[in-house]
């Protein structure tokens, strides 16, 4: 279980990117944030995993206090947790392969990784994290030889190498078309189904959240202004997460 306990961020510019923001997350939810743009949904997702500091409050994860943890702890924490980017995030000279492994870094030794040797059942199961997201024949590819869509199925094979029980996904379809969207979200919600990793993505539209979540928050300006069911966002809820203006997608 993952709980979010009064979590603020207010960045050194005095902007408020979280307000007071609390909510709780079960195991095996598939939990969809969506807002407009600069609402706060990266900043959260970025908080759990501490790549950002919150300024205060708590996010505790299976008991644990990740807001309390020191950097020893946090690493071991961080192995519980898979992150995919909206911007993919690879070493883009690289192979596919070598990407994935990355995600298994925090159990590998840091000196033969660092060459790139890897131990045979390790690259087996990156080729199983490969097979799942259906691109094992592009293992030996480099990473910026291969479509948006993907190099954002590296991202998740790769977060699948950490076995995490909590994945954080950003944005991972914003630099995507609808159709590669629908493909990219489909397999993280087998991820979801098939593992029971509790998934917490960011989306931009609503449609997509409807698709594929089994819960929705809203964020506008840091505030948390709805907590809730795929299907209980009305127009009048619609209208006061997006403006008066916004059109439904």
Not at 29 to 52: A, D
């Amino acid at each position: 279980m993952l709980e979010i306990k009064n979590v603020s961020k207010v960045y050194k510019d005095g902007t408020r990117a979280l307000n007071n923001v609390s909510f709780t997350v079960q195991d095996g939810e598939f939990l969809v944030i969506i807002g407009l743009s600069g609402s706060g949904k990266s900043t959260l997702l970025r908080c759990i995993n501490r790549l950002i500091e919150p300024t205060s409050g708590q996010i505790i994860l299976d008991g644990t206090d990740i807001t309390a943890a020191t950097p020893t702890e946090l690493r071991q924490i961080r192995r519980d947790i898979g992150m995919i980017f909206q911007q993919f995030n690879l070493v883009k000279r690289s192979s596919v392969m070598r990407n994935v492994m990355a995600g298994r870094l925090g159990y590998l030794n840091p000196w033969l990784s660092l060459l790139g040797i890897f131990p045979k059942e390790e690259r087996e199961r990156a080729r199983r994290a490969l097979e799942t997201v259906g691109i094992p024949d592009k293992a030996n590819n480099r990473a910026d030889v291969l479509s948006g869509g993907q190099q954002q199925r590296v991202g998740i094979a790769r977060a699948l190498m950490q076995e995490p029980k909590l994945l954080l996904a950003d944005e991972p379809v914003s630099a995507l078309d609808p159709a590669t969207s629908h493909s990219v979200l489909k397999y993280i919600e087998e991820i979801n189904q098939a593992s029971n990793v509790t998934i917490l993505c960011s989306l931009h539209f609503l449609s997509l959240a409807r698709t594929y979540a089994t819960r929705i928050i809203a964020l506008k300006d840091g505030i948390m202004m709805f907590d809730g069911g795929p299907d209980e966002i009305n127009e009048k809820r619609f209208k006061e997460i997006y403006g008066e203006d916004a059109v439904r997608v």
